[in-house]
């Protein structure tokens, strides 16, 4: 049986990266809901309805688990979808605890980069209030990154302009850890680590929600014995523009890692 790992759009595909480098002999089906990216700008209740709708259509292809790889489908349906269904569901979780470890020493600040919706949404008002008890968290939303991100607009003077106008007035001496907040933006690792103070460090959640994954396989006896890593590539509009999309977004993240 497969993994099956969803987002709006491409980006839970850093995601996939990242589960298909720690588990070579598993095979994955990747579900971008092409008819509904990008959700972080819209209606709750709405965003509530397209994750159900996607998962269902996900746990139709028989997997053997689920990688909600996006945070703000996380924060608003993985509750209903563990109710719902008796796979094990993995999540995402912004990086904030690690970050704030990290920065324990230094006391340096931590710097949340996420789509609207997760930072206004209670589960994480309550991640940042169970871990940061020192007040030592501050959040930027991101709105039109995953735009540019869908677009494959990675590089280039419109999204160095699109930081320059994020970064312009944020004092970024206080800051030791940038946490990206959504599965969108480890697209941007690179660009960041250019366009950001060289002592600040870039971390992302993909990997607490691989160790997850793992840890629950393992419970299960499922680790996948003869996989090979094959993934399955579908969308919920069936472009088959985007489902050309999908590998080379995969590609260039290998690409950027060998680098
Ligand atoms: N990739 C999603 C996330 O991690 O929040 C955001 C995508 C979107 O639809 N805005």
Same mark, same amino acid.
């Given at each position: 049986?497969?993994?099956?790992?969803?987002?709006?759009?491409?980006?839970?595909?850093? %995601?996939?990266?990242?589960?298909?480098?720690? @588990? =070579?002999?598993?095979?994955?089906?990747?579900?971008?809901?092409?008819?509904?990216? =990008?959700?972080?700008?819209? =209606?709750?209740?709405?965003?509530?309805?397209?994750?159900?709708?996607?998962?269902?259509?996900? &746990?139709?292809?028989? %997997?053997?688990?689920?990688?909600?790889?996006?945070?703000?489908?996380?924060?608003?349906?993985?509750?209903? @979808?563990?109710?719902?269904?008796?796979?094990?569901?993995?999540?995402?979780?912004?990086?904030?605890?690690?970050?704030?470890?990290?920065?324990?020493?230094?006391?340096?600040?931590?710097?949340?980069?996420?789509?609207?919706?997760?930072?206004?949404?209670?589960?994480?008002?309550?991640?940042?209030?169970?871990?940061?008890?020192?007040?030592? &968290?501050?959040?930027?939303?991101?709105?039109?990154? &995953? $735009?540019?991100?869908?677009?494959? &607009?990675?590089?280039?003077?419109?999204?160095?302009?699109?930081?320059?106008?994020?970064? +312009?007035?944020?004092?970024?001496?206080?800051?030791?850890?940038?946490?990206?907040?959504?599965?969108?933006? =480890?697209?941007? $690792?690179?660009?960041?680590?250019?366009?950001?103070?060289?002592?600040?460090?870039?971390?992302?959640?993909?990997?607490?929600?691989?160790? $997850?994954?793992? +840890?629950?396989?393992?419970?299960?006896?499922?680790?996948? +014995?003869?996989?090979?890593?094959?993934?399955?590539?579908?969308?919920?509009?069936?472009?088959?523009?985007?489902? $050309?999309?999908?590998?080379?977004?995969?590609?260039?993240?290998?690409?950027?890692?060998?680098?």
């Amino acid at each position: 049986m497969k993994i099956g790992v969803f987002d709006s759009g491409i980006g839970g595909i850093t %995601v996939l990266h990242e589960a298909m480098r720690r @588990l =070579p002999r598993e095979d994955f089906i990747y579900f971008a809901d092409t008819l509904h990216v =990008p959700y972080g700008t819209k =209606p709750k209740e709405d965003v509530l309805q397209f994750v159900k709708a996607s998962a269902e259509t996900i &746990v139709q292809h028989d %997997v053997k688990a689920l990688v909600i790889a996006c945070n703000t489908a996380t924060s608003i349906a993985i509750n209903a @979808l563990r109710q719902h269904y008796a796979l094990p569901i993995v999540g995402m979780e912004p990086a904030v605890k690690p970050a704030i470890e990290m920065n324990r020493a230094s006391g340096k600040r931590v710097l949340v980069f996420a789509t609207p919706l997760t930072l206004k949404e209670s589960k994480y008002k309550a991640l940042v209030s169970r871990v940061d008890d020192a007040g030592m &968290v501050d959040s930027i939303p991101l709105p039109d990154l &995953v $735009r540019y991100c869908e677009s494959l &607009v990675f590089e280039g003077p419109a999204i160095r302009d699109y930081f320059a106008g994020i970064l +312009q007035d944020v004092d970024l001496s206080v800051y030791g850890t940038v946490v990206l907040g959504c599965t969108h933006y =480890p697209f941007y $690792r690179k660009l960041l680590s250019e366009l950001l103070p060289g002592h600040i460090q870039i971390v992302d959640g993909s990997k607490g929600t691989v160790n $997850r994954l793992i +840890q629950l396989l393992q419970e299960r006896g499922a680790l996948g +014995q003869g996989g090979s890593t094959d993934v399955t590539w579908l969308c919920s509009d069936n472009s088959p523009a985007y489902l $050309r999309k999908m590998p080379e977004a995969l590609a260039m993240l290998q690409r950027m890692e060998a680098q």
